[in-house]
């Protein structure tokens, strides 16, 4: 199959070679694009320097990139998902990976560690009280540094040429347009996107795990099993 995948402009590295690793093809289609806050960015990096967190959190691979290669020094590092830690191995730091690819799992992972201790989170403008409110509950305090936003492009999607057209957040459905066609099956990456593809009226045919390895694994055996 050939999938368009919604991503931000040029942070699309690798999907291909994955894509082609399970038998399909790939192109990227970015109804967002990241505006960065370069004055929040030099506020957190100055902030860990000066040593006010007992632990960051990175829930995606770009604010790994924003902010890791500018670190001298760090403490407990948490990272969401492979991709993610392997950008920050990339600046020579080495984090725990989540048990799964949802942040909800941040503070169960962690537990009685967290009472009484400070996490950092460099993220999009994008409201996760959920998350929040699991580290408050559990005894720790939240210092969210919100170091980009999430813009829509307003550009149509083109999926003239695509089988299928993989939502890779809930932002990224929420604020696409393309021309819906009734061969153009619906992919989501995880639950949470699947839950806003749903409200919206486009449920998906395929739901993954939270990383593009276990969507493309579950399209897989969605075609095996004849749709």
Excluded at 153 to 178: I, K, N, P, Q
Excluded at 193 to 202: E, K, L, N, P, Q
Aim: hydrophobic share 45%; charged share 25%; net charge negative.
């Amino acid at each position: 199959m050939k999938i368009a995948i919604t991503r931000l402009e040029d942070k699309a590295a690798g999907d291909r070679a994955l894509c082609v690793k399970y038998g399909h093809d790939c192109y990227t289609v970015s109804p967002l694009r990241a505006e960065l806050r370069q004055e929040r960015i030099d506020a957190f990096v100055e902030a860990v320097h000066r040593g006010e967190f007992d632990c960051l959190f990175f829930a995606s691979a770009l604010p790994a990139a924003l902010i890791a290669p500018r670190l001298e020094r760090w403490p407990r590092v948490i990272a969401i998902g492979p991709k993610t830690a392997g950008v920050l191995r990339d600046s020579g730091i080495e984090a725990e990976v989540l048990p799964s690819f949802y942040s909800r799992e941040f503070a169960p992972y962690l537990g009685d560690w967290l009472r009484g201790r400070t996490v950092g989170i460099p993220r999009a403008d994008v409201p996760n009280p959920g998350l929040i409110e699991a580290i408050v509950a559990a005894g720790g305090v939240v210092r969210e540094e919100r170091v980009y936003a999430l813009v829509p492009t307003g550009t149509e999607l083109a999926v003239e040429g695509a089988d299928a057209l993989l939502f890779t957040s809930a932002m990224s459905y929420r604020e696409a347009r393309w021309q819906p066609r009734d061969d153009l099956l619906h992919l989501a990456i995880g639950e949470t996107t699947a839950d806003a593809m749903r409200a919206g009226g486009h449920p998906p045919a395929v739901v993954g795990d939270g990383s593009l390895a276990g969507t493309l694994g579950a399209l897989n055996r969605y075609i095996v099993e004849g749709r």
